[in-house]
């Protein structure tokens, strides 16, 4: 009885986090789970050929590569619910592993780092600046699961915790989920040279990087050429919408002291941290955020930020940047990083708090026709396909 009531115990944290990240959620967004949500793809893609092929659909690439857990989502779906429920499914089961990435995520970081850090981890999943892109659709599920996968990374070859097999599994299925297994094969090759095993990983990343060389990763219509970017400002555009944006209410003048004067901040509370991890987070963040500058490839035309085009793009930077001030708050070398770490993290929340509004879009429509149900999700109309 008591061994019970000490092992309930020891989850009450991971289950109080939990209860946060839906009491969050449903703050910000309550109609998409009261309602339910489907976005463009989660129809188009994933439920079309969840209907269409069956179970090939699980395999079957999109944008380039493996999609393997919405894939999964959808044929499940497909065999045990009628079509007309999957805006409240897609909505729930996107919540309940958003909750479950943020706990799992929060469970490995406690090990190693002082509680409040790994609950402001845990809790940046859905804490960081955005508007509201990526939440509760299975559509943008990858970009919820990749900092969990890289916890977990971190976990097999950096902690002293046994080889489990949950884990192995998980890191596997993450991998073929979206393309984050490529960008954080670094870090995977680091320590497979530490440890002298875990050479199996490397699998489903070849056969995602396999389907990026075969498939390719379709542009945008106003793709710019490769060498056209030279000229982009990376460094002011850097210091403005990857780390202003993110720490000051965006449209303030005479923006440009501000953002280099906190960009050099963040970097100086990463590297007052023994060892490498937070500057490893940083270059991490700055890496993803030239990659969505260029996937947009609307840099010409319109604002690339996190209240603009291209908002998925800045949510892991967003992520891991708070990561790196969190850890920063407790293993800085210096108390004045610590205090400056943590200021930052409280204006990132206020930023967060102070500009988060979730476009209402129209809801989801089911329409009977002979050749079988028209669903028209948002953002547009464009986006209609029968489902037979």
Request: with cysteine; aromatic share 14%.
């Amino acid at each position: 009885m008591a061994t019970q009531i000490i092992s309930r115990a020891r989850r009450l944290p991971e289950i109080l986090i939990t209860v946060a990240v839906l009491v969050l959620i449903y703050a910000r967004m309550p109609e998409r789970i009261i309602h339910g949500f489907l976005w463009a793809e989660d129809v188009t893609t994933f439920l079309t050929q969840a209907y269409d092929l069956g179970l090939p659909s699980i395999v079957t690439p999109y944008a380039g590569y493996l999609h393997l857990v919405p894939r999964v989502i959808a044929y499940l779906f497909s065999l045990m619910f009628p079509i007309t429920r999957a805006p409240w499914a897609f909505a729930i089961v996107s919540l309940l592993i958003t909750c479950a990435s943020a706990a799992w995520i929060f469970s490995i970081a406690r090990r190693v780092l002082p509680i409040y850090v790994a609950a402001i981890m845990s809790l940046a999943l859905v804490l960081v600046p955005g508007n509201g892109e990526i939440w509760l659709t299975i559509t943008n599920l990858q970009w919820v699961l990749a900092p969990l996968l890289l916890a977990l990374i971190w976990e097999e070859f950096w902690s002293d915790r046994p080889r489990s097999t949950v884990r192995t599994v998980a890191i596997v299925v993450f991998s073929l989920t979206g393309p984050f297994g490529i960008f954080f094969t670094p870090f995977t090759l680091v320590g497979i040279a530490r440890r002298r095993r875990g050479y199996g990983y490397l699998i489903p990343v070849a056969i995602q990087a396999a389907m990026t060389a075969l498939y390719g990763l379709p542009l945008p219509p106003n793709a710019h050429a490769p060498l056209s970017y030279i000229h982009y400002p990376w460094l002011p555009e850097a210091a403005q919408h990857l780390v202003y944006d993110m720490f000051l209410l965006p449209g303030i003048h005479h923006w440009a002291l501000a953002a280099f004067a906190l960009a050099a901040v963040v970097c100086l509370c990463a590297f007052s941290v023994r060892g490498y991890a937070c500057v490893a987070l940083l270059a991490l963040s700055a890496a993803l955020w030239g990659i969505g500058v260029v996937r947009t490839g609307v840099w010409t035309d319109s604002v690339v930020a996190w209240y603009g085009a291209g908002s998925r793009y800045f949510y892991l930077p967003a992520v891991f940047i708070a990561w790196s001030l969190a850890i920063a708050t407790s293993r800085s070398r210096y108390v004045s990083m610590r205090l400056g770490a943590a200021l930052l993290l409280l204006m990132m929340l206020h930023v967060s708090h102070s500009s988060f509004r979730v476009t209402r879009y129209p809801d989801t429509t089911f329409t009977r026709t002979p050749e079988g149900w028209r669903v028209v999700p948002p953002p547009a109309k464009g986006w209609g396909r029968v489902i037979k």
